[in-house]
């Protein structure tokens, strides 16, 4: 069993900044199960859609319309994965919710956090 829980969300000016945190209660990226984790958001009415991504390797995938204001990060020691959220628009509002792939022998398990509220007013 694997929780997530985010934090770091909240309200936010157009052309503002947020760092969203998902701590994870197992280890990250140390070939122990967890070998991707990826942040989504979801907008009312709305289906949920990838914001970004990290494998085991470093290797990073945004959605289009955050490709250079995201980034995603993570830091092994802390179990964290990051989201730093620049130039944030009023599209950006959402909830945004963590991600992970744990992978126990061979059988691939989904989990996802509770979600923070990311909300961007113009």
């Known amino acids: 069993q694997v929780q997530l829980v985010e934090s770091g969300g909240g309200l936010v000016q157009a052309g503002g900044s947020l760092t969203l945190s998902c701590a994870a209660s197992?280890?990250?990226?140390?070939?122990?199960?967890?070998?991707?984790m990826a942040w989504y958001r979801q907008a009312p009415g709305k289906q949920r859609e990838l914001v970004a991504a990290i494998t085991s390797g470093g290797i990073t995938n945004y959605a289009d319309s955050v490709k250079g204001r995201f980034t995603i990060s993570r830091d092994n020691a802390k179990n964290t994965v990051y989201l730093q959220m620049n130039s944030l628009k009023p599209d950006d509002t959402a909830v945004y919710y963590c991600?992970?792939?744990?992978?126990?022998?061979?059988?691939?398990?989904?989990?996802w956090g509770q979600g923070t509220q990311v909300t961007v007013s113009s």
């Open positions: 197992v280890s990250i990226f140390s070939n122990k199960g967890i070998n991707y």
């Open positions: 991600h992970c792939i744990y992978t126990v022998v061979g059988l691939k398990q989904s989990y």
